[in-house]
């Protein structure tokens, strides 16, 4: 469990300061924050149980179809499944991230060709299956089109203890064939135990939701932050935000949070692009890679700039008189399952805006 970064109290305060002298008072939006988080939660559903059945089929394919000379191997869940944080995809290819660790050390096999005969063993009909440089995809076909998809992690263990994941793809160069280090068990503890209490670690989820879902809204092409790197954001820079007698305030939370991202840009210089701005999130377990490093510099300025916009229409949600008028707001940010509710459902209706710099465990 991580302490709570400086750099997230400091915001808090900052907040705290530039607005305890306003109205008290602020539009009642947390019934909407939360109902729009049960509208994209990706959570114990019909959907997940899908995949689970399919997770299933996969693994026992693998098995099954392995040549007798490949060693046997355990699974197990890793990605938003298992850290609880979990999104509806808008263009309904619904994915999981499942961890295969074969019994055998790195240098039994070179990276490419295990995933080789891992695509050879789940390749059938219904199926298309392709070699990522991360993993191996198994995508499951519906009407001609991706209807779920399964992301296999190919994973040996090292002479020392530690889990090695299979990088390249069947076209690239030797170097680029790697096995690397990684901690994705590790990654997911730290994730999901970032806050002890119960109350501060469902608004952390909930809010991780919210960010994922404003990025496949703002995000139509390439060039997208991570999923991912938005999750570690969040564990290095979230700050719960409860008002005075208790209850969550999930748009003081998100705007405290995405003030903490943005602070965290900074300027940076090569040779092919000059100066630009850069934000890093760094994974908290082996191998500490910058989950943002491969963003060009056109795309992290479009980051910061779209996350500017959300924190502005944060601010002016917030501004806002009438919980209806900040439901408009944010929806133009969160897309069209953020609601706006009915005048009637609202009228007069404000709740207490305590600002709170919150502890994380």
């Not at 602020?26 to 049960?38: C, G, K, T, Y």
């Not at 063993?121 to 991706?146: K, L």
């Not at 706006?340 to 305590?354: D, F, Q, R």
Request: with cysteine.
């Amino acid at each position: 469990m991580h302490p709570l970064t400086f750099a997230g109290l400091v915001a808090g305060l900052v907040y705290w300061l530039l607005y305890k002298d306003k109205e008290s008072k602020m539009p009642a939006v947390q019934r909407q924050f939360e109902d729009f988080h049960s509208a994209i939660c990706f959570d114990e559903d019909d959907e997940k149980a899908t995949l689970r059945e399919k997770r299933g089929i996969i693994v026992k394919a693998l098995k099954d179809n392995l040549p007798d000379d490949v060693p046997s191997f355990v699974n197990f869940n890793q990605g938003s499944y298992s850290m609880h944080t979990g999104v509806v995809p808008l263009d309904g290819n619904f994915d999981i991230d499942v961890g295969i660790i074969f019994d055998c050390d790195q240098h039994k096999y070179g990276p490419v060709e295990l995933k080789k005969k891992v695509r050879d063993a789940v390749n059938s009909n219904f199926r298309t299956v392709e070699i990522r440089r991360p993993c191996v995809t198994v995508n499951y076909m519906s009407g001609g089109e991706i209807a779920y998809h399964v992301d296999l992690a190919i994973y040996t263990t090292g002479s020392d203890g530690k889990l090695y994941l299979a990088k390249g793809k069947e076209n690239s160069n030797e170097e680029h064939k790697i096995w690397e280090v990684s901690d994705p068990k590790g990654l997911t503890k730290e994730v999901c135990s970032a806050f002890d209490d119960a109350e501060k670690l469902a608004q952390y989820r909930r809010c991780i939701r919210y960010l994922k879902r404003w990025r496949q809204v703002q995000f139509k092409n390439s060039g997208a932050p991570l999923s991912i790197a938005l999750t570690v954001a969040a564990y290095h820079w979230f700050t719960p935000n409860f008002s005075t007698s208790g209850k969550p305030v999930d748009l003081l939370a998100m705007f405290g949070w995405v003030n903490s991202v943005l602070e965290q840009f900074s300027n940076d210089y090569n040779q092919d692009d000059g100066f630009h701005v850069r934000v890093k999130v760094a994974l908290p377990v082996e191998p500490y890679t910058d989950l943002m490093a491969k963003r060009t510099a056109a795309q992290m300025k479009t980051f910061k700039e779209k996350l500017e916009a959300l924190r502005d229409a944060l601010q002016e949600a917030y501004d806002e008189e009438l919980p209806e008028d900040a439901c408009k707001v944010l929806k133009k940010q969160f897309g069209d399952d953020f609601k706006v509710p009915e005048k009637s459902e609202t009228a007069k209706a404000v709740s207490p805006a305590a600002i709170s710099t919150g502890n994380s465990a």
